[in-house]
């Protein structure tokens, strides 16, 4: 049994109530190395008078309430669905290049142990603490992804108010934000499968409750915050929040076409955390700093500088 799988069995043992671990772990060496693992992967575990306590408000991931929600899509797409307690990243459980034009596959992992954010920024959530998972699926050809990346931070903003969580923003392209705090983001790839159709590898991270002892994320400056936080409830199920979010972000997946964020463009200003603030971007090797006007109908970025508007198709807001 590997260092993971026994600190899976720890994991799931305490998320149900405080035990001495005897019937698990029977060598002290062994048990050492795994409550150091757990530490490193952002769980806490105290020791006191015989009993081992978890010490996170754990929620671990039901798939048969994830899979109730995917089956309510009206859909003949065969539709795999991996959920492991740790994978490197989800984005690299399966491989874009293999997917057909029937399969959707969708990867949710508890445990992330090399996540990244955008410009491989390294995003660190701990077990059981966010919302981590990857849709890998085929795509028509000549997809924009700056365009389909703004369109899908869109949708989740909207799935995720459908549910009760009212107020979240967008920065530009793709990170999420609440009340000056980053929620999560999404990751967007385009590859080309053996027939040379397009595809997506979709990566998003959502925090969904976060232990309180440190920051956890180091893919920003900004403090992080959580969708508890939002709600101030943290008995919300969060089996159901990420099965609810997969199927309203693959209906929007479905639905995708080169007229999807033009009938969202007027309704930018209001979703954008940064809309009509001076902002300083870094393309490429130079920033540029201006005024933030919006986007057009192809996701680009829309800059005021010097009483000029120019259109900004990649780029990492810095400031």
Known sequence: ?????????????????????????????????????????????????????????????????????????NSDIDIELSIKDFVNTTTEEFDPREIKSNELKISIAEFQ???????????????????????????????????????????????????GFHGIKLKWPNDLYYKDKKLGGILVDIYQNSDLDSVISLGIGINYCLPDNKNFNFDTEKTPIDLCSIIKDENIDRSTVAGHLLKRVIENLNSFNENSLKDEQERWKDIDYLYAKTITIEVVDKQ??????????????????????????????VG
């Open 288 to 317: 540029i700093t201006g005024i933030n006007r919006g986007i057009t109908s192809d996701g680009e970025l829309i800059l005021e500088v010097d009483s000029k508007r120019i259109k900004i198709i990649t780029g990492h807001i």
């Open 113 to 163: 142990k090399q996540g990244r954010g955008r410009q491989n920024r390294k995003w660190f959530s701990p077990f059981g603490a966010g919302i981590s998972s990857s849709i890998f699926k085929h795509l028509s050809k000549n997809i924009n992804p700056i365009g389909l990346s703004l369109y899908l931070g869109i949708r989740i903003i909207d799935a995720l108010d459908e549910i």
């Open 1 to 73: 049994m590997s260092n993971d799988d026994k600190l899976s069995s720890i994991i799931r043992t305490l998320s149900l109530a405080d035990s001495n671990l005897e019937n698990l772990i029977a060598n002290q060496d062994e048990l050492t190395v795994a409550l150091n693992l757990a530490a490193d992967y952002g769980l806490m575990i105290t020791h006191n008078n015989g009993l081992y306590t978890l010490e996170n408000k754990l929620k671990i991931l039901d798939k048969s309430i994830i899979y109730n929600h995917l089956e309510l899509l």
